[in-house]
T-cell receptor, first 114, second 115 residues
């Protein structure tokens, strides 16, 4: 089992550029989550999908952020245009179905917007 | 949206038991208590969860008070590798399409194991 795979691990970009973060969940997991972590705000839930359908996107900060899950094995989080305040570590996590399944996190994508 | 309160930091001597408290005074009868930890900059890692009864696994023990308003995570013999931020999370046990899946992390407790 390869675990949750995220790419890129590190991204440095300039303000105004588009950023796309990618996530491959654990095979067979039907829920996928995107989190953002900063020193100031801690670990924030941005959005989660169930069976590829976005269920709760109330944590998405603004319209510059969008997330998609075109199939069960791939999701993207896009920021367009990026701003320095978007600098953070973005984690993807997946979970199997059922009430008490645990979250499995990827190693995160560290984004720096200059 | 975190419904838990934890001390910001704690120290523990290596080899001793680490007892990490969590207050969840507004917990509902259908909500579980979960514990995760985050070592340095890695993704959070599941430790244990429980509903009413105390639980134990190979990593830790979870003690939930009878009124369920608080709990304690116990690492029986702390090692230097247990230095991490520990998160206590409350989430609903009832699963519906649009609820019950969210895990909201608070600020956690930064545990430092001292040699």
């Amino acid at each position: 089992d390869a675990g949750v795979i995220q790419s890129p691990r590190h991204e440095v970009t300039e303000m105004g550029q588009e950023v796309t973060l990618r996530c491959k969940p654990i095979s067979g997991h039907n829920s996928l989550f995107w989190y953002r972590q900063t020193m100031m705000r801690g670990l924030e839930l941005l959005i989660y999908f169930n069976n590829n359908v976005p269920i709760d996107d109330s944590g998405m900060p603004e319209d510059r952020f969008s997330a998609k899950m075109p199939n069960a094995s791939f999701s993207t989080l896009k920021i367009q245009p990026s701003e320095p305040r978007d600098s953070a570590v973005y984690f993807c996590a997946s979970k199997a179905g059922g009430v008490t399944g645990e979250l499995f996190f990827g190693e995160g994508s560290r984004l720096t917007v200059l | 949206d975190a419904k838990t309160t934890q001390p910001p930091s704690m120290d523990c001597a290596e080899g001793r038991a680490a007892n990490l408290p969590c207050n969840h005074s507004t917990i509902s009868g259908n909500e579980y208590v979960y514990w995760y930890r985050q070592i340095h900059s890695q993704g959070p890692q599941y430790i244990i969860h429980g509903l009413k009864n105390n639980e134990t696994n190979e990593m830790a023990s979870l003690i939930i008070t009878e009124d369920r308003k608080s709990s304690t995570l116990i690492l029986p013999h702390a090692t230097l590798r247990d230095t991490a931020v520990y998160y206590c999370i409350v989430r609903v046990a009832f699963y519906h399409l649009n609820t019950g899946n969210q895990f909201y992390f608070g600020t956690g407790t930064s545990l430092t194991v001292i040699p």
